[in-house]
């Protein structure tokens, strides 16, 4: 997987979101979608999806859009880089400073095990 370094801002979330939906999409259809959902322009959409290419989470072959970066890798990703930035890496740290202020339940508690067991094989 590779690594993205950019995060989205909220109107290319939207966007992205748009595409992760509904790709494959011919890029006349992203047109039509981004008129609708975001009420833009087809320049305006050519030039977001030219960026996004660049940066590497979808691509344009012969007016197909196609996901290079999944949503779920995308946020796997920032989620990494979350933790890298704001503790050192530390995911231990993180565990403490969010159940510092909020209770897990008893359903999270087993969904985290759960995760650490299947971390361990």
């Known amino acids: 997987m590779k690594k993205i370094t950019y995060k989205l801002g909220e109107v290319e979330s939207r966007f992205a979101d748009i595409v992760w939906e509904n790709a494959p999409l011919r890029s006349r259809e992203l047109v039509e979608r981004c008129e609708e959902a975001l009420n833009w322009k087809k320049s305006t959409t050519y030039t977001v999806l030219k960026k996004l290419c660049v940066r590497g989470f979808f691509e344009n072959v012969k007016g197909t859009v196609q996901v290079v970066t999944t949503k779920a890798e995308y946020e796997a990703m920032q989620s990494e880089q979350f933790v890298e930035e704001n503790f050192h890496g530390s995911l231990p740290a993180f565990v403490a400073a969010f159940t510092a202020r909020k ?19």
């Open 103 to 121: 209770s897990l339940s008893q359903k999270e508690i087993d969904e985290i095990r759960k995760m650490i067991d299947t971390a361990e094989e």
